[in-house]
């Protein structure tokens, strides 16, 4: 038997233990396959990073004063920068920006690989570290759920990973290889690619110190080299990007970043989110640790196998540090853990050849026994550990009803006539022919200051608050977390009203990160124009009740222009005022009582909304100072108004008064627009 084939034969147990990381993989794939060709956002800010890319394509820049046009996200500009770029020669859009962190992901499988080759020489088995290598992906690919499918979006996460994973390997053999000027370049380059890291997320910093640590342990010689070339890269293009967009460089990545809360409990929280989210990859690493050390005492040095162990372990140390950083920042979301669950997951992988190696002795069969039943017995758990955390790809890939939705949703946003605002879905927007503005994250970040600290600038967003307040959009979108925090945008209250509630086969939904969804459309706040033949009695357009005559708080002291608290979305309202018995709460009851008006028309014509039944929320018409008709809220009414009429014209010529109201202790009412005709 041939030593080749004797070699693959050895190699056949370490690809059954393997089998469940493989399906994990496999499990990625699909998912992946489900996902990367979809048109519409995953993620709710996915579409703003394909905004920054199209501003890149235009010229435009990204770092500039806050406005109605654009906001930057508080990344630095590597990752929209190359979006734009490629979308250059392949169309910039979803699928580009996906596939972009797809081939990170198979960078980085291959960089993992490249460990393992590195140490071929020394190994004289190959199934350990095949083994290992399947299981550090399998363990990697497991954790897809955990972040909640953050693996394969437009977003700067994985291809970070892939700069960050690549420059601390490639460094551990630059450090060594080569001699003069040759072996000061590689550590240089390694340098160049940790400090770029920092261009693509500002925590790429934490491992160009990092990566200083592994030349100053390899061959601290060449440290003034690594130190020359990072520092060269990340202070000189800090300086050029600050230089070109007069400051606005810093202040976004760096000032307003740094302004945002931090949170004690969830860094605390997070050691244990990350190094016990697969009990047993911690306790093989902590294992494998144990034994490395105790070899190098022995030995007074370490196995070459070992190195990639060593390696990824000091990594997963650093990037565990930096996911409890980042989950502790204020709007900060599982993806935070990437780092620390792909350096985990390749120590765990890289802990079988290790152990086998530590074990082991030349020309010792027993000894070499003895070693694989060791290596074995610690891929046995992490095999066991992507076998129960399998999951359903299903659930993170959009149905047919989210495509078809999607594509109900341009379809009317392409059919209005004018400017378009749709806060958190801008590249929806430009899907449909029209110009995007800004995303509802860039608002909340220059509008969000630090708990008893200052703001770092002003947090108004130039032009907006005047385009609201002058109407120039002409319909804007907004998702349901927007609904919750309109006060982000006080002018939209003011000057819009809600008009339309989206049916829900044009709501597609995002399937990673916040759960946000595109629920109603908001047009200006004008005045209703009565139908040809009618005239308004009434239309609220007052903050006050003058010539109403009140009784009891239900109705406050006017009309209002936003939903009270309980009062939910309310829908059909016009102009900026409408009338609502919500003032202190459902349990407040009233009665307003109007001026006298004539009744020169056939039908009076109400819009009306509110809950609870007729016979305690109504409006009574009154005519020469008799009750002669209601009209109420059907149970369950609902905030969205709807035509009510009442014949008058066996009263026509005389004086008539409404009456509003409230005898609930459970309901409202809800009034505006009463016409005559």
């Known amino acids: 038997m041939s030593d080749r084939v004797r070699r693959v034969l050895g190699a056949l147990p370490w690809l059954v233990v393997a089998l469940p990381a493989l399906y ?15 048109p519409y956002d995953l993620e709710w800010m996915e579409g703003g990073l394909l905004h920054h890319a199209l501003r890149i394509q235009q010229g435009a820049g990204i770092y500039a004063p806050p406005s109605a046009d654009f906001i930057p996200y508080l990344y630095t500009p590597l990752y929209p920068a190359i ?5 250059n020669v392949f169309g910039l859009g979803y699928t580009l920006g996906r596939a972009l962190s797809v081939l990170s992901l198979v960078g980085i499988a291959a960089v993992a690989a490249t460990q393992l080759l590195a140490t071929r020489h020394a190994q004289p088995r190959i199934g350990p570290p095949l083994g290992g290598w399947l299981l550090g992906l399998g363990l990697f690919a497991a954790g897809y759920p955990y972040v909640e499918g953050w693996y394969d979006l437009v977003r700067a996460d994985t291809f970070f990973l892939l700069v960050v994973t690549a420059g601390i390997s490639g460094l551990t ?26 261009f693509v997320k500002q925590t ?23 130190v020359a070339a990072a520092g060269a890269i990340g202070l000189g293009f800090v300086a050029l990007l600050n230089s070109t967009t007069d400051g606005w460089f810093w202040i976004y990545t760096r000032k307003l970043h740094g302004q945002h809360d931090t949170n004690p409990d969830r860094f605390w929280a997070s050691f244990k989110n990350i190094l016990w989210h697969f009990p047993a990859l911690s306790i093989v690493i902590v294992t494998t640790l144990l034994v490395v050390l105790a070899t190098w005492i022995l030995r007074r040095r370490f196995p070459t196998q070992a190195r990639p162990f060593m390696l990824w372990t000091a990594a997963y140390a650093v990037s565990t540090l930096v996911g409890c950083v980042g989950w502790s920042t204020q709007f900060a979301h599982f993806n935070a853990y990437m780092p620390a669950l792909l350096h985990g997951a390749l120590a765990g992988g ?36 992507c076998w129960t955390a399998r999951w359903e790809p299903k659930r993170f890939i959009p149905t047919k009803g989210d495509l078809a939705a999607g594509h109900r949703l341009i379809a009317r946003i392409r059919s209005i006539d004018g400017k378009v605002w749709m806060p958190s879905h801008p ?18 970040d220059i509008t969000t200051v630090k708990q008893g600290g200052k703001p770092v600038i002003p947090g108004k967003v130039d032009r907006l608050e005047d385009m609201l307040r002058r109407h120039e959009f002409a319909a804007v979108f907004l998702d349901n977390v927007d609904l919750h925090n309109r006060n982000e945008y006080s002018a939209l209250n003011q000057n819009y009203r809600a008009a339309i509630e989206l049916p829900g086969n044009e709501r ?17 706040a004008l005045p209703a124009t009565p139908p040809a033949g009618s005239h308004a009695v009434f239309d609220f357009e007052t903050s006050r009740w ?17 939903a009270l608290p309980g009062e939910g979305l309310v829908l059909g309202a016009t102009g900026r005022y409408y009338a609502t018995s919500l003032h202190g709460g459902a349990k407040a009851s009233g009665r307003m009582t109007s001026p006298d008006f004539a009744l020169d028309g056939s039908t009076l014509v109400l819009h009306l909304g509110g809950n609870d039944d007729a016979t305690t929320v109504r409006v009574e018409l009154w005519v020469e100072g008799a009750s002669v008709a209601a009209t109420g809220v059907p149970r369950p009414g609902g905030s969205t108004l709807r035509e009510a009429t009442i014949d008058v014209t066996r009263w026509t010529g005389k004086l008539a008064k409404l009456v509003l109201v409230d005898d609930s202790d459970r309901g409202h009412l809800i009034l505006d627009d009463v016409w005559l005709r």
């Open 24 to 38: 994990q993989v496999v499990l990625l794939a699909v998912a992946i396959k489900g996902r990367v060709a979809y």
């Open 83 to 87: 979006l734009a770029l490629v979308g």
């Open 173 to 198: 053999g630059w450090s060594e290889q080569g001699t003069g000027w040759r072996g000061h370049a590689r550590v240089a380059a390694g340098g160049v690619m940790l400090a770029l890291a920092f």
């Open 204 to 226: 790429g910093i934490i491992y160009v110190a990092f990566g200083g640590f592994i030349v100053l342990v390899v061959n601290w010689r060449r440290l003034p080299a690594y």
């Open 350 to 385: 890289a802990a079988i050849p290790a152990l086998y190696a530590c074990v082991t002795k030349p020309a010792d069969k027993t000894r070499e026994r003895v070693a694989w039943t060791v290596a074995m017995l610690a891929a046995l758990p992490l095999a066991w550990t």
């Open 427 to 444: 590249w929806y927007v430009h899907l449909a022919g029209k110009t995007p503005r800004v995303h509802r994250m860039g608002i909340k």
């Open 508 to 524: 597609p939904r995002v399937y990673t990160g916040a759960p946000v969804v595109p629920v109603s459309i908001w047009v200006p």
């Open 546 to 562: 003058d010539g109403w005559q009140r009784s009891g708080p239900a109705f406050g002291n006017g009309p209002v222009t936003t």
